[in-house]
């Protein structure tokens, strides 16, 4: 059925506003640029060049990739960072740290009686803190694909069968011109998202783990002098997603007149004006 599609965007920074409670925060004083600056540098080096293994797994083998079970439980560190343009105040930087737990509690099924699985998610500032509960989400998995319903945004995670070439609209139920608000700023985050399979069945460590075999699939990766959408997702057989990395900023640096002479070499975590950066990296599982 559905085997190479194109996404869209859809609403990332509902998405992340309601899953990361960070960006919410924006009005915090925080350090010196210059440690920011360091944070983000060892943030980003998770966007690494694209390394492909050998497509070796049937169908079920792929869909160990996006397990669903009653009591299935995850825990994840989430870093992010929004930038907001104050007036008054100048750029504002605000940087967080929120522990996430995700718990598959039970099932229910859809109007067309398919069955989706109820997913809970639990929030807590530091470890010493009791989880609250924060939101419910929903997945399901086909023969053909894995679904995930975040904020009321459908997202196609995955498809089935795939190889390592793979491509797919993993927004086919979300427009490309929709807007989402962070920090009081509208951004249009999900325009030319296109899924693409970089690596399958290849090893990789994340965070304190050694996991054997990972499926690393890159939703978008287009940057511009004005724009920069990054997201990419690591999924491990038998846990599902370990690691994501979201960059949705936008810019007018480079519209300055006269333009700047750096325009085009200044980093982003330095010249990004409005949006985020969301790093999730599993804990235990």
Same mark, same amino acid.
């Given at each position: 059925m559905i085997n190479t599609h194109r996404p869209s965007i859809l609403s990332v920074a509902r998405f992340c506003a309601a899953q990361y409670r960070g960006l919410s925060s924006f009005l915090r004083? +925080?350090?010196?640029?210059?440690?920011? #600056?360091?944070?983000?540098?060892?943030?980003?080096? &998770?966007? *690494?060049?694209?390394?492909?293994?050998?497509? @070796?797994?049937?169908? @079920?083998?792929? =869909? +160990?990739?996006?397990?669903? *079970?009653? &009591? =299935?439980?995850? @825990?994840?560190? $989430?870093?992010?960072? $929004?930038?907001?343009?104050?007036?008054?105040? *100048?750029?504002?930087?605000?940087?967080? $740290?929120?522990?996430?737990?995700? #718990?598959?509690?039970?099932?229910? %099924?859809?109007?067309? &009686?398919?069955?989706? /699985?109820?997913? @809970? =998610?639990?929030?807590? %500032?530091?470890?010493?803190?009791?989880?609250?509960?924060?939101?419910? /989400?929903?997945?399901?998995?086909?023969?053909?694909?894995?679904? %995930?319903?975040e904020e009321n945004l459908r997202f196609l995670r995955l498809i089935f069968p795939m190889n390592r070439r793979s491509e797919w609209d993993g927004n086919i139920w979300i427009g490309d011109e929709k807007?989402?608000?962070?920090? *009081? =700023?509208?951004?249009?985050?999900?325009?030319?998202w296109n899924y693409e399979v970089d690596s399958i069945d290849i090893p990789r460590t994340i965070g304190l783990f050694n996991f054997e075999q990972v499926l690393v699939v890159t939703e978008v990766d287009e940057t511009n002098i004005i724009e920069k959408r990054f997201s990419r997702s690591v999924y491990a057989k038998n846990v599902g997603l370990v690691f994501r990395e979201q960059w949705i900023a936008d810019s007018q640096y480079c519209n300055e007149i006269p333009v700047p002479a750096d325009c085009a070499t200044k980093p982003w975590e330095e010249k990004a004006e409005r949006g985020y950066y969301?790093?999730?990296? #599993?804990?235990?599982?």
């Open positions: 004083t +925080k350090p010196a640029e210059s440690k920011y #600056i360091l944070v983000l540098a060892c943030f980003f080096a &998770g966007c *690494g060049d694209r390394v492909t293994g050998t497509y @070796e797994s049937e169908v @079920e083998e792929q =869909q +160990k990739y996006f397990p669903l *079970g009653i &009591g =299935q439980t995850a @825990e994840y560190r $989430v870093d992010s960072v $929004v930038y907001n343009e104050v007036p008054g105040l *100048g750029l504002v930087r605000d940087s967080s $740290v929120t522990f996430l737990k995700e #718990i598959i509690a039970d099932t229910l %099924r859809d109007n067309l &009686g398919n069955v989706q /699985w109820k997913v @809970e =998610q639990y929030e807590r %500032r530091s470890e010493s803190e009791n989880w609250a509960i924060a939101r419910i /989400w929903t997945a399901e998995r086909t023969e053909t694909q894995a679904v %995930r319903t807007t989402l608000t962070v920090a *009081g =700023q509208t951004l249009r985050p999900f325009v030319n969301v790093r999730q990296t #599993i804990l235990s599982f």
